[in-house]
């Protein structure tokens, strides 16, 4: 198999173009230009094609999870699925998930922190939180330290009564309504009859 051309591409820095003699286009890193020693003209063997082209799916594996994870940080267990997605296999995504370890865009317990962060300020209580952190596969050994960081509720609480409310008394059918809301927002109950006492409303059982 013969290379036919060999160029920067235009749209990715750093990404090289294999043109080969059959009309395939591989898209390689500047280190597999290097590591191959490739130019336009260079015969490969079967098996330098062989390992060229999964060298390519590699690096456009790489490519992908850099652009993924400077977008949206994730866990690594959703990178991990994201990678089986992408048909990555089990050593890839082993390795690809360490080197993004390594760079520093891959890391659970700053993920953790994030996610506890986004929905506290959107007016979530821990029981969301730690449904959020669950679902995102990061590590249960992490969830501590990161609610740790999670403000006490009873201003959000409070606050999401007084906008309800509006300064009106509510009935007991719609304080309870109010308060399935704040359950379902992940609330304990605890903290709800508290915030409910603060406001000095005591409905008939």
């Known amino acids: 198999m013969r290379i ?30 290097i590591d191959f020693a490739l130019f336009a003209g260079k015969e490969l063997t079967e098996d330098e094609a062989s390992r060229l082209t999964a060298a390519a799916h590699v690096a456009g594996l790489k490519h992908k999870t850099l652009d993924l994870l400077t977008r949206k940080p994730q866990s690594r267990r959703e990178l991990e699925r994201k990678l089986e997605e992408w048909g990555a296999g089990e050593e890839e995504i082993g390795c690809i998930c360490k080197r993004m ?86 609330y304990g109950w605890e903290d709800i009859r508290s915030a409910i006492a603060r406001l000095g409303i005591y409905p008939d059982e």
């Open 4 to 33: 036919e051309e060999l160029k920067p591409s235009q749209r990715v820095q750093g990404r090289w173009l294999v043109v080969l003699d059959d009309g395939s286009i591989l898209r390689v890193g500047e280190g597999e230009v």
């Open 101 to 186: 370890e390594e760079l520093g865009l891959l890391n659970d317990a700053a993920y953790a922190g994030q996610v506890v962060r986004h929905y506290e300020t959107r007016g979530y209580g821990v029981r969301k939180l730690r449904d959020e952190l669950y679902r995102r596969g990061v590590p249960r050994n992490l969830w501590d330290e990161a609610l740790a960081e999670a403000e006490d509720p009873a201003e959000a609480i409070d606050a999401f009564l007084q906008k309800k409310l509006a300064g009106k008394a509510p009935d007991r059918k719609e304080l309870k309504k109010l308060s399935d809301a704040l359950a379902r927002r992940g």
